[in-house]
């Protein structure tokens, strides 16, 4: 599974980028953590990225930076924790990581292009 997800930036918040998410905008929101992992991405602080995301490691995207989020536990269907890798920053990523990949992966790889 490869998929390519935008997030945005607005009144100093981040949102994952779902014009046609069928739930709650307020779902959209990245928070504890993801909003940091966010911030760390967009090193251009343009307020708008675009990411890679695949459960497996990239082997034809040629990235520029490229960051694998490690499964931690899981809170049911609500969301998951996960351990950015090579930094020491905990990530909780929602319900809407469901919508987008289907499941909660072992890993997430993430990659810039």
Known sequence: MEKEISFV???GK??????DYPRSPEDLE????ADVMCEMVDVNNTGFITI??????F??????REYVLDFVD????????????NFNLDVWL????KYALGYFPQNIYIGLV
Do not use: N
């Open 74 to 85: 899981t809170t049911g269907d609500e969301g998951a924790y996960y351990k950015l890798r």
């Open 30 to 33: 990245m928070v504890m953590g």
């Open 59 to 64: 082997e034809d995207l040629i990235t520029t």
């Open 14 to 19: 981040w949102f994952a980028h779902f014009p």
């Open 9 to 11: 930036k607005l009144a």
């Open 94 to 97: 929602c319900k809407v990581t």
């Open 52 to 57: 890679h995301v695949s459960d497996e490691p």
